[in-house]
DNA sequence: AATGTTTTGTTGTAAATACAGCAAAATAAC
DNA sequence: GTTATTTTGCTGTATTTACAACAAAACATT
């Protein structure tokens, strides 16, 4: 059985790494271009949702999300028949933002598939599907308290 | 093109997550296992080829690394013939850790890949290799202060 | 309807993270 | 051999990250 886990991990890092250091230029801080393109995707979405989607914990999400509504970026909006949930909207420049990043993101992107072919692509996305699901359900329970049996 | 970006960063951060959970339970905090376990399969590794490795900045893996020294899991030693560079070794008490940290990430692996056969799970580590070759390249880039074209 | 459970937002807090920048040693270039 | 450049370790500092814990609202159960 081979290890992914690692390998993963390290393209992960040097990703992340890369990005951040780019949006810097967006007066980005480290992580915020993460919840901003998700939002412009999913306007209406709440915290809670998009930290679970991004697999990212509540608070760390929470915090950044509330700096970008500080920096203009984002906002809060009051759900339509919800007094608790607080939807989440990109705002027009939050928007102007988003699309740098997507740009940014597409690119590394292809960076990444350089030497991959079309359907060999496909493939890796297939299979990081797969993966993701089983990945998914573990840190969900872990996250809720629960220990596995390693 | 698919997107392989946002699959490869959810699956790594929510591994990483759990794996920062589970090892709490070693005394370890965020981050630290990376280290422990790189420094027994190579003993001797200076921390900048460490956090080059891993892809990590320089200054995060050093005071992690540091953090490990205090907590008597690593010692540092000068070279032999080189009064510059301080060669990581680990303690007993680390490699005991570090055989945990070992078991877990397999488990973790093993759980990444239930739902691949022997060989999607070759071709898998086959394609990760080429995106890591690429990816590696840009991050080296980004971090030396140099910008992309995007 | 009343009670128990889950979801959501939020804060306090301790710690990790990553930038810039420094000095000393090592290596490369001349 | 001397000078320039790179490598390595380290520190100061601002910020993010993630834990625990709380309250209020929503939802589920009886």
Redesign the interface.
Known sequence: ??????????????????SN??FQQLALSKGQY?YLVRICEQPGIIADRLAAQ????RTTAARAIQKLVTQGLVEKRAAINNRKNKALFPTVLGQRRAQVIE??????????????T?T??????H??????????A??QT??AGQ??P?
């Open positions: 059985m081979p290890d992914v886990l690692r390998q993963i991990g390290t393209i992960a890092r040097a990703l992340d790494s890369i250091r780019e993460l991004l697999q990212v914990d740009r940014e993101n597409q690119y590394s992107n292809q960076v990444a598939l350089t030497d991959l079309a060999e692509a496909e493939q890796l996305t299979l990081l599907t797969k993966v993701s699901q089983r990945v998914t573990d840190w872990v996250k220990s596995r390693y």
